[in-house]
Nanobody, 122 residues
């Protein structure tokens, strides 16, 4: 069982940056692939980024590639999402996710958190 708690969301102007954090509980954190999903108002939840258990592999949605960076610190049971050059269309609730690589990338992880709101103003 893994419990995930996100933080770092907020209001930012277009072109700005935010760094999201996700603290995970459970001794098996380092065995899971981790990722981020997001859900904008009136839209379905979508995949944003994923990172393998070792941190050696990362994968991004085309919409955020080159702007967002996912990383993890297994010693701190934490995964991060650095978001740069934010756009109004990035406005959404961002969810931390954990599970097998294929389930995280498919947007259907085994575990996810409560979410943190990110709002980008134009």
């Amino acid at each position: 069982q893994v419990q995930l708690v996100e933080s770092g969301g907020g209001l930012v102007q277009a072109g700005g940056s935010l760094r999201l954090s996700c603290a995970a509980s459970g001794r098996t954190f380092s065995s899971y692939s981790m990722g981020w999903l997001r859900q904008a108002p009136g839209k379905e939840r979508e995949f944003v980024a994923a990172i393998s258990w070792s941190g050696g592999r990362a994968y991004y949605a085309d919409s955020v590639k080159g702007r967002f960076t996912i990383s993890r610190d297994n010693a701190k049971n934490t995964v991060y999402l650095q978001m740069n050059s934010l756009r109004p269309e990035d406005t959404a609730v961002y969810y931390c996710a954990a599970g097998r690589w294929d389930t995280v990338v498919a947007g259907a992880p085994d575990y996810w958190g409560q979410g943190t709101q990110v709002t980008v103003s134009s």
